[in-house]
């Protein structure tokens, strides 16, 4: 069973920054991509960030040029720096790992901007 933990949120206030970590159980080069989402109350979760075996990267309008994916893959940890931190970023983030037949999921980690 493959596991996914993620770590580094907290509680900041505007304009700080936060680097999420998401430290998988496998090879991350063993998914098709990795990836960031995020909910926040009363909302459907979203992509936030994604980077795929190629390292090809996917943001999400509202956090271009704010948010950073990365990848360690020594470590099989995929990182979220998130930079410029706004309130309407209030969420729960979770890690993704896609794969066939199924994709995984982490517990997620609680994010929390004030202004």
């Known amino acids: 069973q493959v596991q996914l933990v993620e770590s580094g949120g907290g509680l900041v206030q505007a304009g700080a920054s936060l680097r999420l970590s998401c430290a998988v159980s496998?090879?991350?080069?063993?998914?098709?991509?990795m990836g960031w989402y995020r909910q926040a109350p009363g909302k459907q979760r979203e992509l936030v960030a994604s980077?795929?075996?190629?390292?090809?990267?996917n943001y999400a309008d509202s956090v271009k040029g704010r948010f950073t994916i990365s990848r360690d893959n020594a470590k099989n940890t995929v990182y979220l720096q998130m930079n410029s931190l706004k309130p309407e970023d209030t969420a729960v983030y979770y890690c993704?790992?896609?794969?066939?037949?199924?994709?995984?999921w982490g517990q997620g980690t609680q994010v929390t901007v004030s202004s």
């Open positions: 980077i795929t075996i190629g390292a090809s990267t």
């Open positions: 993704k790992a896609w794969d066939r037949p199924g994709d995984y």
């Open positions: 496998r090879s991350i080069f063993s998914f098709n991509a």
